[in-house]
Nanobody, 126 residues
Framework: QVQLVESGGGLVQAGGSLRLSCAAS????????MGWFRQAPGKKREFVAA????????YYADSVKGRFTISRDNAKNTVYLQMNSLKAEDTAVYYC???????????????????WGQGTQVTVSS
C-alpha cells in the first residue's frame, strides 16, 4: 500500500481553475495506477479520472472530459488534477486513489481500490 496526501483544494468561482496534487509515499509509486474520485454531500463517491503507471494513458468521466487533466510525475511521486472551467456541480470532496490494477481504478470500483487519501474540499461558487 501507499500513503496518499492530497492538497490544492479550495473555494473558486465558476469558470475558474484549481490544481490538485496528491503526494504518495514509498518507492514503488510507478507500479500504481492512480485516480481521482469525488464525493458530493448525499451522493456516492464517483470516478473522475485515472492515469496508467507510466502516464501514457488517461481516462476521464464524461462530466469532466475536456475540462480536467490528470498527470503524474513519477520522479516526484505525485499525481495532479488540473481542473479548468469549473462548475458549481464540481463541488465535492476530491479523493486520490491508488491501485496496482489500472482497471480497478478506471471502472471506479471503490470498494476494491487499495489506497485512498484523506480528501480535499473543492467548492465552486456560482
Amino acid at each position: 500500500q501507499v500513503q496518499l496526501v492530497e492538497s490544492g483544494g479550495g473555494l473558486v468561482q465558476a469558470g475558474g481553475s484549481l490544481r490538485l496534487s496528491c503526494a504518495a509515499s514509498g518507492r514503488t509509486f510507478s507500479s500504481y495506477a492512480m485516480g481521482w474520485f469525488r464525493q458530493a454531500p448525499g451522493k456516492k463517491r464517483e470516478f473522475v479520472a485515472a492515469i496508467s503507471w507510466s502516464g501514457g494513458n488517461s481516462y476521464y468521466a464524461d462530466s469532466v472530459k475536456g475540462r480536467f487533466t490528470i498527470s503524474r510525475d513519477n520522479a516526484k511521486n505525485t499525481v495532479y488534477l488540473q481542473m479548468n472551467s469549473l462548475k458549481a456541480e464540481d463541488t465535492a470532496v476530491y479523493y486520490c486513489a491508488a491501485d496496482k490494477a489500472l482497471r480497478t481504478v478506471v471502472v471506479g470500483s471503490v470498494p476494491d481500490i487499495g489506497s485512498w487519501g484523506q480528501g480535499t474540499q473543492v467548492t465552486v461558487s456560482s
